[in-house]
């Protein structure tokens, strides 16, 4: 297996990850059966996550991308910057937020603030993992894949500076 001398230790497996990713597609699939909702995926740590996700869920969906940006190296910048891009008009639909990691909180917050204003029938947030002791702002997600302690993870979507994301498991940074 690859792992790059910055990572110092495997968090999740890929069979790990792909046994919890089934699980929540079978949660999504019973809850929205008959909605055919709008799943958005975060970019870009997101899209790994996502792309799993989807085809884990057997029912009729759509999806599309928004973006949103705060982190710089192992740090976030507290700033974020939503951009719906052009995911047109979700009024009345069920959306599914899709987001690799819930930590301060604030970009999931900053996201659901956005796409609340355009009146969609439902907002539900999953994540695949979620870091509950770095929060800043009040938010939860709905559904978590894992959640793990104050841990800097890189692998299957998740960067640090934009490398790592391919890493088919999510590993512990050491940061050297
Ligand atoms: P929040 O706004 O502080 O909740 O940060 C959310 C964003 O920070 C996520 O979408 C990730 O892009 C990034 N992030 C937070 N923790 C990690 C991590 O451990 N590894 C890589 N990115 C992370
Ligand atoms: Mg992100």
Redesign the pocket.
């Known amino acids: 297996m690859y792992v790059p001398r910055e990572v110092e230790s495997v968090l999740f497996t890929r069979e790990q990850l792909g046994a919890r990713i089934e699980q929540i597609g079978d949660e999504l699939t019973a809850e929205y059966a008959d909605k055919n909702p709008l799943f958005l995926c ?1 970019l870009r ?1 997101a899209a790994i996550f996502f792309s799993d996700l989807v085809r884990a869920v057997k029912c009729p969906l759509e999806i599309d991308f928004i973006r ?1 940006h ?2 710089s190296g192992t740090k ?1 910048t507290g700033n ?1 910057e939503v951009d719906l891009m052009n995911i047109g008009d979700i009024s009345g639909r069920d959306v599914v937020i899709v ?10 917050a900053e996201i659901n603030r956005a796409l609340s204003e355009c009146n969609p029938r439902s907002l539900k947030t999953v994540c695949l993992l979620d ?1 509950p002791s770095r929060r800043a702002v009040e938010f939860d997600p709905d559904l978590t894949g894992f959640v793990i302690d104050d ?4 692998g299957f979507g ?3 500076d934009g490398k790592f994301r391919n890493l088919p498991y999510v590993g512990v940074y050491s940061g050297n």
Do not use: H, Q
């Open positions: 975060i740590g949103a705060s982190y976030s974020v987001e690799d990691i819930c930590d301060s909180g604030r970009s999931l870091k841990l800097f993870v890189v998740f960067d640090c």
